[in-house]
Structure formats: structure tokens, C-alpha cells
């Protein structure tokens, strides 16, 4: 189905979003924004429920299984503490001097 | 096949691919941020609910007793984690998508699921690179949470692991030779060398570089779900795999700079830990100061920034000091905080440990926009920090940090540093700072220092 030169094209075009998305992000946000690109690769977990879905001898499932559980701590943790970091990123409406 | 199904699939994995992108826009600016990490949430699980449509799967059962495991493990333990011990928790959520994705792998090796010289290559690659992070991450997780103590170093070492690649990648190739099937002895092998290799090459690196090793297999676990994405015939996970993919490596090359070292000095050389560079210590001598004399300096300046390192956060000093500020910011002194690209154990860790403690973000500065303000200010109050003030960074070439970009605290009309003792810093490094005429030592723990500084600047 995505085969050939189109996956190609996704690929660099995806290449190209991330490296521009991720440029213009101020230092103070690096680390919730590692955790938060950490995050989305946990959309792995999609792959892991389909590979576990077709798996059938005991071995596939039980790799598949492990999969699973891993996948959903990365998509679930991840989520957790990126939200949790950038929930404490407050203003100061006291101070209205900007930062120019 | 219900066509149904499958265009709802679809439908709801181009949804979430967009969301992520989005989610990720929006957490470029701190005003958004939070919005973004939800907008990609609701993403993931608009993807991930609909994935139970996938026709003719089985095993479901087993499946959601999965994700009910690994998210409520991760769920809990998220919730739980310290903000100063986020980065090795980021590396332990990282390490589970690698191992996620050297298992999709694996299943479709098994499985014989994977056709093709392309699928296959890339099935092969994705598992490699998926189980080096794994095994890399639990490394780094391990070091940050202070269960491995030393690094293994030994003669030869590179060659050793660049002998264990080329190994793997021989296997790899042997098994996309023979089409994939009835290859499982390969399979097994391929990943056992693989797991091997995330754990020799990132024992020997030393737990200053971590940060940087930690993005490194960020944007590696991106690439191999980009991969594994392509076995799978996945669009979501090749669009988010490669989005995390390129824009980790972007944020790897950022952390290295702002470091003073190159990727390939993290991960081939071991300085991470070494032993302190020889070399003439510092001229001069150091100065003790008393809090009341500090409190005195501080409540009648115009300007203050203060400089706040590792030190404060393992002190648990952020409330107090961020105390101390509001009560100069009440006299009206200016007070701006400056913060090093490293400050912390990761770009960014410090802004999070200052926002906890509810420093406003616009009061924060970064070392850019800051290091032409010190000397316009009265004091430079120095907490916790050391190497990114060293002003042997910009003038003494033998030293390991020369060329490293540092706040030139030294510039300030006074320097007050709070410090535990006396000592190199995490470098081992000494600091040429804590000895010049206008610098004055305040000794003590942090969090009591900044809670007398407090009370003594409200009596003035």
C-alpha cells in the first residue's frame, strides 16, 4: 500500500516537518520537548498491538506481549511527565516587563 | 475485510499523525506547550483505540491486559518521579519504545511476515537500532539513578563494539539474503548482538554526557518505529517515527554544542567522568562572606541575576531562593535569573526545576539573551553552578572546558557563590571564578543559606 517512492517521499517531507518544528524551540523548553518527541514515538504501541494481533506460535505472542507493555509505558509515561513538566510553565502577570 | 474498518483506520492514524506535528508546533512556545503535549495525547489515543478495529487480529484479550500493565506501571511512576530525576525516567520511558520496537521486529521475523528486500531490510534495521536503544537507554537510566557507579572502559574498546556492528549487520544482511524464512537461529542471534551492543557502547560513557546519549537513542527509538512502520504498512508510525527521528537528532547536535563536544567525542571517548586535568590551579585566594553581609549586598543592588545550577536542585533550594527573589523584587530590585543551556542534567532540566518552584518563565533567561547584562549588575548570586561560570572556558586552552559557552558571571560588579564546600565541580575541574578579587563564598547547604538569606533581607 505505501510502497516504493511514495513511502520515500513520507519519509523525507517528515524528515523536513520535524528538523523545522523542532528548530524555533526556545532552550527552556528542551526538556519537556525531549520527553515530548519521546512521547510520540510511543505511537509504536500501534505497531506492537498489530504485530501481537497476527502473532501465533507462543513465542510471537510472548515477544509481542512484552512489546505491548513496553510500548504502553512509553506512550503513557511519556505523556505523564511531559505533561506534568510543561503544567508548571507559568507566567508572571506581576512582572509585565517582557522579554524583548 | 470490512472496508469500513480499514478507511476508519486510516482515517484516525492521518488525524493522529497530524496531531503530533501540531502537538509539537505548539510546544515551541512556553504559552502553548501545554496545550500541544494534550492536543498529541488525544492523538495517540484516538490511534490507539481504533487500532482494536484492525481486522482479523487475535489475541485481544492478551492484548489489553498489556497495555493495562505497561500503562498503569508507566501511569504511577510518572505521576511519582521527582522533577530532578526526570531525565533518566525519560530515558527509561525512551528505552521502552526501542524494546517495543525491536519486538515488532522480531514477531515479524519470526513470523515470517516480512517480504521483500526493502521490507525486510528495514524490519532488520528498525529491530537493531530499536534493541541498541533498549539495552542503551536501561544503561543510561541505570547511570542517571546512581545503580551503576563507575564506567567499563578498556583498550580497544571501540573496535570491540565496532567488531560486535559489523557482526550484527552481517547477520542482518544474511537474514534478508535468504528472504526471511525459517531464519529464526539469525533472528535470535541478531538481536542478542544487537542488545550486547547498546549495553558495551554506553557503559564506557560517563555520566556527565548522558544528556546527550539519552536524546541520541530518543531520536534512534524514533527512527526504528519510522522502520518498523514500513513493515507494517504504517503511516502513523512512519510519519511520527521520522518527525522524532530528525528533530531528536537536531536536539542531540543542539545538547553536544552547548556541551563544547562533538557527538563523536560523547560516544568514542570517555571525558564524561575522567579524572581532572592536571595543569596550575588558580591564582588568588578564596573569601569567605557572612549571610548578613550577603543579605545587606543583595537588598541594596538595582540589579541582581542569579545563576543557579545542579547544586541547587539537589539542595532542594529552588523555593527558598525563588523566595529570596520575591522579597528583592519587593525592595525593587531587578532580579533575572540566568540559566546555562546545561544547567541541570539536560538542556531545559533547570527551567523545569524553576518552574516547580513557580519561577515565572519570563523572568528566566537564558545565556544569549543574559551574558551582556552581568556587567550591568550589582551581584551575580551563584548557586549551585560551577563549570558553566568558569572563565577558564573563554581564556586557558588546556583546559577540558575551553570554547565551552559559559555565563560570564565573572563580569558582575560582585560575585556571591553559595557552595557546600570547597571543591572542583562536576568536570573535576578547578574554578578560577571562586578566586578573583570581587568574588565572595557564602559556605553552607543551599536551602539553609537561601531560607537565612531570606529572613535577613526582609529585616533590612
Given at each position: 500500500?505505501?510502497?516504493?517512492?511514495?513511502?520515500?517521499?513520507?519519509?523525507?517531507?517528515?524528515?523536513?516537518?520535524?528538523?523545522?518544528?523542532?528548530?524555533?524551540?526556545?532552550?527552556?523548553?528542551?526538556?519537556?520537548l525531549m520527553s515530548g518527541s519521546n512521547?510520540?514515538?510511543?505511537?509504536?504501541?500501534?505497531?506492537?498491538?498489530?504485530?501481537?494481533?497476527?502473532?501465533?506460535?507462543?513465542?510471537?505472542?510472548?515477544?509481542?506481549?512484552?512489546?505491548?507493555?513496553?510500548?504502553?509505558?512509553?506512550?503513557?509515561?511519556?505523556?505523564?511527565v511531559t505533561e506534568r513538566m510543561l503544567?508548571?510553565?507559568?507566567?508572571?502577570?506581576?512582572?509585565?516587563?517582557?522579554?524583548? | 475485510?470490512?472496508?469500513?474498518?480499514?478507511?476508519?483506520?486510516?482515517?484516525?492514524?492521518?488525524?493522529?499523525?497530524?496531531?503530533?506535528?501540531?502537538?509539537?508546533?505548539?510546544?515551541?512556545?512556553?504559552?502553548?506547550?501545554?496545550?500541544?503535549?494534550?492536543?498529541?495525547?488525544?492523538?495517540?489515543?484516538?490511534?490507539?483505540?481504533?487500532?482494536?478495529?484492525?481486522?482479523?487480529?487475535?489475541?485481544?484479550?492478551?492484548?489489553?491486559?498489556?497495555?493495562?500493565?505497561?500503562?498503569?506501571?508507566?501511569?504511577?511512576?510518572?505521576?511519582?518521579?521527582?522533577?530532578?530525576?526526570?531525565?533518566?525516567?525519560?530515558?527509561?520511558?525512551?528505552?521502552?519504545?526501542?524494546?517495543?520496537?525491536?519486538?515488532?521486529?522480531?514477531?515479524?521475523?519470526?513470523?515470517?511476515?516480512?517480504?521483500?528486500?526493502?521490507?525486510?531490510?528495514?524490519?532488520?534495521?528498525?529491530?537493531?537500532?530499536?534493541?541498541?536503544?533498549?539495552?542503551?537507554?536501561?544503561?543510561?537510566?541505570?547511570?542517571?539513578?546512581?545503580?551503576?557507579?563507575?564506567?567499563?572502559?578498556?583498550?580497544?574498546?571501540?573496535?570491540?563494539?565496532?567488531?560486535?556492528?559489523?557482526?550484527?549487520?552481517?547477520?542482518?544482511?544474511?537474514?534478508?539474503?535468504?528472504?526471511?524464512?525459517?531464519?529464526?537461529?539469525?533472528?535470535?542471534?541478531?538481536?542478542?548482538?544487537?542488545?550486547?551492543?547498546?549495553?558495551?557502547?554506553?557503559?564506557?560513557?560517563?555520566?556527565?554526557?548522558?544528556?546527550?546519549?539519552?536524546?541520541?537513542?530518543?531520536?534512534?527509538?524514533?527512527?526504528?518505529?519510522?522502520?518498523?512502520?514500513?513493515?507494517?504498512?504504517?503511516?502513523?508510525?512512519?510519519?511520527?517515527?521520522?518527525?522524532?527521528?530528525?528533530?531528536?537528532?537536531?536536539?542531540?547536535?543542539?545538547?553536544?554544542?552547548?556541551?563544547?563536544?562533538?557527538?563523536?567525542?560523547?560516544?568514542?571517548?570517555?571525558?564524561?567522568?575522567?579524572?581532572?586535568?592536571?595543569?596550575?590551579?588558580?591564582?588568588?585566594?578564596?573569601?569567605?562572606?557572612?549571610?548578613?553581609?550577603?543579605?545587606?549586598?543583595?537588598?541594596?543592588?538595582?540589579?541582581?541575576?542569579?545563576?543557579?545550577?545542579?547544586?541547587?536542585?539537589?539542595?532542594?533550594?529552588?523555593?527558598?531562593?525563588?523566595?529570596?527573589?520575591?522579597?528583592?523584587?519587593?525592595?525593587?530590585?531587578?532580579?533575572?535569573?540566568?540559566?546555562?543551556?546545561?544547567?541541570?542534567?539536560?538542556?531545559?532540566?533547570?527551567?523545569?526545576?524553576?518552574?516547580?518552584?513557580?519561577?515565572?518563565?519570563?523572568?528566566?533567561?537564558?545565556?544569549?539573551?543574559?551574558?551582556?547584562?552581568?556587567?550591568?549588575?550589582?551581584?551575580?548570586?551563584?548557586?549551585?553552578?560551577?563549570?558553566?561560570?568558569?572563565?577558564?572556558?573563554?581564556?586557558?586552552?588546556?583546559?577540558?572546558?575551553?570554547?565551552?559557552?559559559?555565563?560570564?558571571?565573572?563580569?558582575?560588579?560582585?560575585?556571591?557563590?553559595?557552595?557546600?564546600?570547597?571543591?572542583?565541580?562536576?568536570?573535576?575541574?578547578?574554578?578560577?571564578?571562586?578566586?578573583?578579587?570581587?568574588?565572595?563564598?557564602?559556605?553552607?547547604?543551599?536551602?539553609?543559606?537561601?531560607?537565612?538569606?531570606?529572613?535577613?533581607?526582609?529585616?533590612?
Open positions: 500500500m505505501i510502497d516504493g517512492f511514495i513511502a520515500l517521499y513520507i519519509f523525507m517531507l517528515a524528515a523536513f516537518t520535524g528538523y523545522e518544528v523542532i528548530s524555533r524551540v526556545p532552550v527552556i523548553l528542551h526538556t519537556p512521547f510520540v514515538h510511543g505511537i509504536v504501541l500501534v505497531g506492537a498491538m498489530v504485530a501481537m494481533g497476527r502473532a501465533h506460535t507462543t513465542l510471537e505472542i510472548v515477544i509481542a506481549f512484552v512489546g505491548v507493555v513496553l510500548a504502553a509505558g512509553n506512550a503513557v509515561g511519556g505523556y505523564v503544567e508548571m510553565f507559568k507566567s508572571s502577570k506581576a512582572q509585565p516587563k517582557a522579554k524583548h | 475485510m470490512p472496508i469500513g474498518a480499514q478507511s476508519l483506520i486510516q482515517a484516525s492514524y492521518f488525524v493522529a499523525a497530524g496531531l503530533f506535528i501540531f502537538g509539537l508546533k505548539r510546544m515551541s512556545s512556553p504559552v502553548t506547550a501545554r496545550a500541544g503535549i494534550v492536543w498529541a495525547g488525544v492523538g495517540m489515543l484516538v490511534a490507539t483505540l481504533i487500532t482494536f478495529l484492525w481486522p482479523e487480529m487475535h489475541n485481544y484479550v492478551l492484548m489489553t491486559v498489556a497495555i493495562a500493565i505497561g500503562g498503569i506501571v508507566a501511569w504511577i511512576s510518572g505521576k511519582r518521579v521527582a522533577m530532578t530525576d526526570m531525565p533518566q525516567m525519560i530515558a527509561l520511558y525512551n528505552g521502552m519504545g526501542g524494546g517495543a520496537a525491536g519486538a515488532i521486529a522480531a514477531v515479524e521475523l519470526f513470523a515470517g511476515e516480512a517480504h521483500g528486500i526493502a521490507q525486510l531490510s528495514l524490519g532488520v534495521l528498525g529491530g537493531i537500532i530499536g534493541a541498541v536503544s533498549f539495552a542503551g537507554s536501561l544503561i543510561a537510566f541505570g547511570k542517571l539513578q546512581g545503580l551503576i557507579k563507575r564506567s567499563f572502559r578498556f583498550r580497544g574498546q571501540n573496535y570491540v563494539n565496532l567488531l560486535i556492528l559489523v557482526i550484527t549487520v552481517l547477520v542482518g544482511a544474511m537474514i534478508v539474503l535468504h528472504g526471511g524464512e525459517n531464519m529464526s537461529d539469525h533472528v535470535t542471534m541478531l538481536f542478542v548482538l544487537a542488545l550486547v551492543l547498546g549495553f558495551t557502547m554506553t557503559l564506557p560513557i560517563g555520566g556527565a554526557d548522558m544528556p546527550v546519549v539519552i536524546s541520541l537513542y530518543n531520536a534512534l527509538t524514533g527512527l526504528a518505529v519510522a522502520f518498523e512502520g514500513f513493515v507494517l504498512d504504517n503511516a502513523a508510525m512512519i510519519i511520527a517515527g521520522t518527525v522524532v527521528g530528525s528533530a531528536g537528532t537536531l536536539l542531540t547536535q543542539l545538547m553536544a554544542r552547548a556541551m563544547n563536544r562533538s557527538l563523536a567525542n560523547v560516544l568514542f571517548s570517555g571525558f564524561g567522568e575522567s579524572a581532572a586535568a592536571a595543569g596550575s590551579g588558580p591564582a588568588g585566594t578564596l573569601k569567605a562572606i557572612e549571610t548578613s553581609d550577603v543579605a545587606v549586598m543583595l537588598g541594596f543592588s538595582q540589579k541582581v541575576i542569579i545563576v543557579p545550577g545542579y547544586g541547587m536542585a539537589v539542595a532542594q533550594a529552588q523555593h527558598k531562593v525563588w523566595e529570596l527573589a520575591q522579597a528583592l523584587i519587593a525592595r525593587g530590585v531587578t532580579v533575572k535569573f540566568a540559566i546555562h543551556p546545561v544547567a541541570g542534567r539536560m538542556p531545559g532540566h533547570m527551567n523545569v526545576l524553576l518552574a516547580e518552584a513557580g519561577v515565572p518563565y519570563d523572568l528566566i533567561y537564558d545565556e544569549g539573551e543574559i551574558n551582556s547584562e552581568f556587567e550591568t549588575a550589582d551581584v551575580a548570586l551563584i548557586i549551585g553552578a560551577n563549570d558553566v561560570v568558569n572563565p577558564v572556558a573563554r581564556t586557558d586552552k588546556s583546559s577540558p572546558i575551553y570554547g565551552m559557552p559559559i555565563l560570564n558571571a565573572d563580569k558582575a560588579k560582585n560575585v556571591i557563590v553559595i557552595k557546600r564546600g570547597q571543591g572542583a565541580g562536576f568536570s573535576g575541574i578547578e574554578n578560577a571564578l571562586f578566586y578573583l578579587d570581587h568574588t565572595r563564598m557564602l559556605y553552607g547547604d543551599g536551602q539553609a543559606k537561601a531560607a537565612e538569606l531570606v529572613q535577613a533581607v526582609k529585616q533590612l
